[in-house]
Antibody, heavy 122, light 107 residues
Framework: QVQLQESGPGLVRPSQTLSLTCGVS??????????WTWIRQRPGKGLEWIGY???????HYNPSLKSRVTISLDTSQNQFSLRLNSVTAADTAIYYC??????????????WGQGTLVTVSS | AIQLTQSPSSLSASVGDRITITCRAS??????LAWYQHKPGRAPKLLIY???NLESGVPSRFSGSATGTDFTLTISSLQPEDFATYYC?????????FGGGTKVEIK
């Protein structure tokens, strides 16, 4: 049973950097079985894929955020992180970390953190 | 990016009803599509992967199918705990994308 837990500030000032960490238990983030993913949901909107990092440090990002986003691994702590630069009010959202499972090339996001609300406001 | 258009965007139904939600892709996806259930204040839950495979532990009243670029999620007999928003997601091409969601409400 893989469990994920987001942590980080709930309030970020405009133009600053949003930083969140996702602690993972139940699987090593270097297992090669999963893509470690960030997803967000802005108020009143649907789910938006931000990007992922693989154990090899390969990343894929949503082009709409690519110039501002970085996802990284911390293998010593079995966690991965999200950094989003130059935030505006439009980045206010619930941020989820998640495991995108890759089994026999069948993909699906089967484990999610509880989600953390990040508000961008001065 | 592949666009996923879900229809309807919302529906009202009664317990015991059979409902179908459609997700239309803007281009061919193969079968690399998943469905999720999302309730307020909760994390989304994976229901279906690879278009028609039922995730372990998900009730058999949920099923998925695909025809060309059209994917469907069917709930054969709606239960009280099924009232939620449902999303499709494609894994065929980066960036991965979600449909806009279908909110299932109690009639």
């Amino acid at each position: 049973q893989v469990q994920l837990q987001e942590s980080g500030p709930g309030l970020v000032r405009p133009s600053q950097t949003l930083s969140l960490t996702c602690g993972v238990s139940g699987e090593s983030i270097t297992s090669g079985k999963s893509y470690w993913t960030w997803i967000r949901q802005r108020p009143g909107k649907g789910l938006e894929w931000i990007g992922y990092i693989y154990y090899s440090a390969t990343t894929h990002y949503n082009p709409s955020l690519k110039s501002r986003v970085t996802i990284s691994l911390d293998t010593s702590q079995n966690q991965f992180s999200l950094r989003l630069n130059s935030v505006t009010a439009a980045d206010t959202a619930i941020y989820y970390c998640a495991r995108d499972r890759d089994e026999y090339n069948y993909r699906g996001i089967d484990s999610w953190g509880q989600g953390t609300l990040v508000t961008v406001s001065s | 990016a592949i666009q996923l258009t879900q229809s309807p965007s919302s529906l009202s139904a009664s317990v015991g009803d059979r409902i179908t939600i459609t997700c239309r892709a803007s281009q061919v996806l193969s079968s690399a599509l998943a469905w999720y259930q999302h309730k307020p204040g909760r994390a989304p839950k994976l229901l279906i992967y690879d278009a028609s495979n039922l995730e372990s532990g998900v009730p058999s009243r949920f099923s998925g199918s695909a025809t060309g670029t059209d994917f469907t999620l069917t709930i054969s007999s709606l239960q009280p705990e099924d009232f939620a928003t449902y999303y499709c997601q494609q894994f065929n091409t980066y960036p991965l994308t979600f449909g806009g969601g279908t909110k299932v409400e109690i009639k």
